[in-house]
Every structure is written in C-alpha cells, then in structure tokens.
C-alpha cells in the first residue's frame, strides 16, 4: 500500500523561530502534496498545497516540492504560539481521497 | 458560502449501544462526502465515501456503516458499540482539497 511517512513526530521550537516538517510519498501517480493543520478539537483545514518542483510560498509559510525524491516539505518562518497544532502532509491523486501521513506535532514555545 | 455541520459535538455510550453521528453540507450541490476516524492525536483514517445519493462505498472495516439518505446527508452508524470505537470523527466533503466539519468526539465505556 502506497504511504506517506511524515517526520519528525513531534517538533517545538521558540516563538520567533523556524519550524521545518518533512513529508515523503511512495507514490509516483500522485497529483498533489496538501499540508492540513488540526488545532486540538477542531478538523483539519488545508493550509497549502504544492505540484511543482521548487518552493511555493503563501505569507509565513513556504511549501518545497523535489518530484525526483517525491518529499516535500513545509517551512513555518516567524512561528507563533497560535502556530501550535498537528500538521499532516496528504498526497491525492486525481479523483481520490488523500491519504494522510502520521502527522507532526508542533509546539510553539512563548 | 458552503457550511458544514456534524451532530452531535460529542458522545458518551456504552460498549453494545447503538450510535448514529451525523453529517450536513449546505451550500454544495451533489458533493462527494467522506468520513474519517482519527484517534486521539493519530492520523486520518478514511472509513466510507460517497459520491452521490443511496451509493456508500466502504474503505476499511471496523463493524461501522454509513448511508447516504440526501444529497446533504451523511450518516456514520453502529448497533454494536465497541471500545475500539472511540475517537474523533470527521465528516468532509471534497472540492480539490477536503473540507472537514468540526467533528464528533466519541468515548465509548
């Protein structure tokens, strides 16, 4: 079964700082990365989504994509306390569900 | 704008009770619908899928079921509850990306 392996598990880095997630795929049919972000209780909602190689920015957060490697990443500059929440990568195809990975818990230390 | 709304927020029931959690989108003509089950901090597990009225399509088993009813309608269903059945459950619709609702936290005891 295709997966989505996503690291580190967990994450906590100082307000002000750089948060770096990592995202790996098995699945070379794949159309789309999308990032989601859950806040504790809450559903997820999509943050970005990325399909070409090279980066994608949208305001503190840069998406990088390496189609060869099939990992993409996410870049959270300036992280808040509010940043604090469970990041998954989803990789979808063209009409499927995405599949998610584990997951990635960020803290944002004040 | 499309809204959409799960029911109830929460729910504690007993292992051998019967459950329904329910499921409306506002706003969306013929959506394709989704439900989810995430254990506590855990990931997404996709349950069923729907793409229009009447057709459920099933992706793992966990002694759960779902119907469609309406075309804004998704219900998640059991008549047995089973420990292993806690969680958060997530209804979604997709359009490009997926569109979660607030979800249902359920314990069961």
């Known amino acids: 079964q295709q997966k989505v392996q996503q690291s580190p598990e967990s994450l906590s880095v100082p307000e002000g700082g750089m948060a770096s997630l990592n995202c790996t795929s098995s699945?070379?049919?794949?159309?789309y990365f999308w990032w989601y972000r859950q806040h504790s209780g809450e559903g997820p909602k999509a943050l970005m989504?990325?399909?070409?190689?090279g980066d994608k920015k949208e305001g503190r957060f840069t998406a990088h994509l390496n189609k060869a490697s099939l990992h993409v990443s996410l870049h959270i500059r300036d992280s808040q306390p509010s940043d604090s929440a469970l990041y998954f990568c989803?990789?979808?195809?063209?009409?499927?569900?995405?599949?998610f990975g584990a997951g990635t818990k960020l803290s944002v230390k004040p | 704008a499309q809204t959409i709304h799960q029911w109830p927020v929460a729910e504690i029931k007993a292992v051998g009770s019967p459950l329904s959690l329910g499921c409306t989108i506002k706003?969306?003509?013929?959506?394709?619908l989704y439900w989810y089950w995430q254990a506590t901090g855990g990931t997404l597990q996709q349950l069923f899928y729907?793409?229009?009225?009447?057709?459920v399509e099933s992706v793992v088993q966990l002694n759960l079921s779902a119907s469609r009813p309406k075309d804004d309608q998704f219900i998640l269903s059991t008549e047995k509850l089973l420990l292993s059945h806690s969680g958060f459950y997530l209804c979604?619709?997709?359009?490009?990306?997926?569109?979660f609702g607030a979800g249902t936290r359920l314990s069961v005891l």
């Open positions: 979604a619709w997709k359009q490009n990306t997926l569109y």
């Open positions: 729907s793409i229009t009225v009447g057709q």
């Open positions: 706003g969306k003509s013929s959506p394709n």
């Open positions: 989504s990325i399909f070409s190689d």
């Open positions: 699945d070379r049919n794949f159309q």
């Open positions: 989803a990789v979808s195809g063209n009409n499927n569900a995405p599949r």
